[in-house]
């Protein structure tokens, strides 16, 4: 992938963020930080027939986090919670199309953070 379609993702994502704002009354709801730079995502879910059925995120970030929490939201809308619960740090990688440098990582993955403690699934950050 060049570097302009990579551009081209990140930028489409983080000027029209998919799924952005807050559920009212939602089911479960958390905030994430990025304790490197202060950074922070929240998620809002509700669910419907064991699966989510909704979700939205907002919050303050970088152009990578605020799209990876866009891409986020649209791959992750309608799945069971089974799929949630198995949905791995390199599922939301693969979902994400773009290569991210180990030093974004953690931006990438916040909205996925915030999402896990939302619903309580345990994580493993590195
Ligand atoms: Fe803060 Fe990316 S620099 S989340």
Do not use: W
């Amino acid at each position: 992938m060049s570097f302009d379609m990579y551009r081209e993702i990140i930028m489409d994502h983080y000027k029209n963020p998919r799924n952005f704002g807050a559920i009212k009354n939602a089911d479960g709801q958390a905030t994430k930080d990025n304790p490197l730079c202060g950074d922070s995502i929240q998620i809002t879910y509700s669910v419907g027939k064991e699966k989510l059925s909704d979700i939205k995120f907002n919050g303050t970030g970088c152009s990578i986090s605020l799209a990876g929490a866009s891409v986020l939201t649209e791959n992750i809308k309608g799945k069971k919670f089974d799929e949630v619960k198995n949905y791995t740090d390199e599922d939301f990688m693969k979902d994400l199309t773009v290569p991210i440098s180990p030093a974004r990582r953690k931006c990438a993955l916040l909205g996925l953070r915030a999402l896990r403690q939302a619903m309580d699934i345990e994580q493993h950050e590195n």
